[in-house]
């Protein structure tokens, strides 16, 4: 009995190197025809049938024993699942998402766009926060960034004002500009305020805002789990406002969540309940959908006149409850144009 070994290497799809090898035996009684099995170990890229054939076998093998050998290799990648599955961020999915939305609706193309750019940039910033600040020892996020949380992040500040700058609304890009003349220390307190402050509107702190994200997310990420029910419409870990609402299926109908409106935090709240006032009383709260959104929820509540977006996920499974929220915009409009106020405008100021 003859056995032939097959050395593969994987690749991605994209070519960017990231590899694995593996090993495959594969046994066989068939004759070899004075053939011997190869002994070079030829490396192939696991493109297809004809390239484990022509690379991993001499020419003297048979038509039947390279067959063998091909299914041989597609067993032991099959075997082995990370050769074939590839760890997508939150992150890379909203940036997809973004790109998708931006060629649905024209007119949130160039909204999404900077989006997109502002994503990309927190992706790498959560990154090298992550290998970079001690985030682990922090206990509390209503405590004031230390000197070295502040220095790290006011040396990061200016990169993203640049970004800002280059790819978002000419008036950002303007403001952009002029924080980044106002020297390190004017950054460092702005940063600093943004932190510790329960919300904001105005354009220079939802800059701040949109940098400090991906450091508030990471902390949370390292925080000890809290309970996912709240009675409050106040984030359990950071204690601020809901952005969003999203309904995920559970049963026969939805469940509600909210979504912190910095951390990004998921927890549970009940349907019939103002995230607002608190207010229970049904004929004063309104749901209003548009054909166009008809999966994103505009929640009114007639007490205090305030309103929040919710994504419907039983509707449409392949939303991304951030992005699409952004995207639609028309139905913040809509609701100020009725007199509600936005229990928390989100990262673009909508």
Request: aromatic letters at 10%.
């Amino acid at each position: 009995m003859e056995r032939i070994r097959i050395h593969i290497l994987f690749t991605n799809r994209h070519g960017s190197g990231v590899r694995s090898q593996a090993q495959a035996w594969h046994s066989s009684s068939l004759p070899w025809n004075g053939s011997r099995p190869c002994t070079k170990h030829n490396r192939c890229g696991f493109q297809s049938k004809q390239s484990v054939k022509r690379e991993c076998y001499n020419a003297k093998f048979t038509y039947s024993q390279r067959r063998s050998a091909f299914v041989a290799a597609l067993a032991i990648s099959l075997e082995t699942p990370f050769n074939l599955t590839m760890t997508v961020s939150s992150w890379q999915r909203r940036i997809q998402r973004a790109e998708e939305l931006a060629r649905e609706h024209p007119f949130a193309r160039e909204m999404l766009g900077y989006y997109a750019h502002v994503a990309s940039y927190q992706q790498d910033l959560n990154r090298r926060l992550a290998n970079g600040l001690p985030g682990e020892s922090r206990s509390t996020f209503h405590a004031e960034l230390s000197a070295n949380e502040v220095e790290t992040l006011s040396s990061r500040f200016e990169s993203f004002l640049s970004v800002a700058e280059a790819h978002g609304p000419k008036s950002l890009g303007e403001l952009s500009r002029e924080l980044r003349t106002r020297g390190k220390s004017f950054c460092s307190e702005l940063l600093q305020h943004v932190w510790i402050a329960p919300s904001f509107s105005d354009a220079q702190g939802l800059l701040a805002l949109a940098f400090l994200q991906p450091y508030a997310e990471l902390l949370r990420s390292r925080a000890p789990a809290h309970p996912a029910r709240s009675a409050l419409a106040l984030c359990p870990f950071c204690n601020r406002k809901p952005g969003l609402g999203v309904l995920r299926q559970m049963g026969d109908g939805g469940a509600r969540s909210m979504i912190c409106s910095f951390c990004l935090a998921e927890w549970e709240f009940r349907r019939i309940v103002c995230p607002g006032c608190g207010g229970e009383d049904d004929k004063k709260l309104s749901v209003f959908t548009a054909s166009e959104f008809d999966y994103i929820r505009v929640e009114c509540c007639d007490a205090c006149k305030t309103y929040i977006k919710s994504v419907d996920l039983t509707k449409n499974g392949r939303a991304e409850p951030l992005v699409d929220e952004l995207a639609s915009a028309p139905l913040d409009l809509w609701a100020r144009e009725h007199g509600y106020a936005k229990l928390q405008n989100n990262l673009l100021g909508m």
